[in-house]
């Protein structure tokens, strides 16, 4: 198999290895020879990753919560049913304690979700960063002809 040395688009150097930063000038990567640069909207693959995992985990969370609050409503029918008034005191500090949890737990799942965000948010962060390198390296070789 031949190696095919290609030129690069900034500088004109020779470019062994397209898929990774020019070594004379530091541009960007380039794209394979059959694809076309895409407008500014274009986003890679790689940047679309889901997090698929966090977000089983805020579900689990949320359903850890909502059968805690199952659970609140299923121990007041039992207390009332085995000591009618007499379970009031015991039912008002397990209730609270219950309560307490699935707030605790509903919580944990909306931090999760908010993680996500901030994940996309620091990938888009990434997308932003590299556009403006690569438009700085632009700009520099326009200004250095």
């Known amino acids: 198999m031949v190696e095919q040395v290609v030129s690069c688009p900034e500088c004109r150097g020779a470019r062994p290895d397209p898929s990774v930063t020019c070594p004379s000038c530091g541009a960007p990567p380039m794209r394979g020879a059959g694809e076309q640069r895409g407008t500014d909207e274009e986003v890679r693959e790689q940047d679309l990753e889901p997090y698929i995992t966090l977000r089983y985990i805020a579900r689990l969370f949320k359903i850890f919560a ?3 609050l ?3 409503v299923a121990e007041v029918v039992a207390g009332f049913t085995a000591d009618a008034t007499a ?3 015991t039912l008002i500090v397990e209730i609270t304690k219950m ?3 699935a707030g605790l737990l509903w919580g944990f799942g909306d931090l999760t979700l908010l993680l996500i965000d901030a994940g996309h948010d620091l990938r888009v962060v ?3 960063l590299g556009r403006i ?3 700085l390296h632009r700009k520099n070789l326009e200004d250095k002809k």
């Open 66 to 68: 909502a059968i805690m």
């Open 70 to 72: 199952i659970l609140i």
């Open 87 to 89: 379970a009031l005191p």
């Open 99 to 101: 309560l307490v949890a």
């Open 126 to 128: 990434r997308i932003l």
């Open 133 to 135: 390198n690569a438009e």
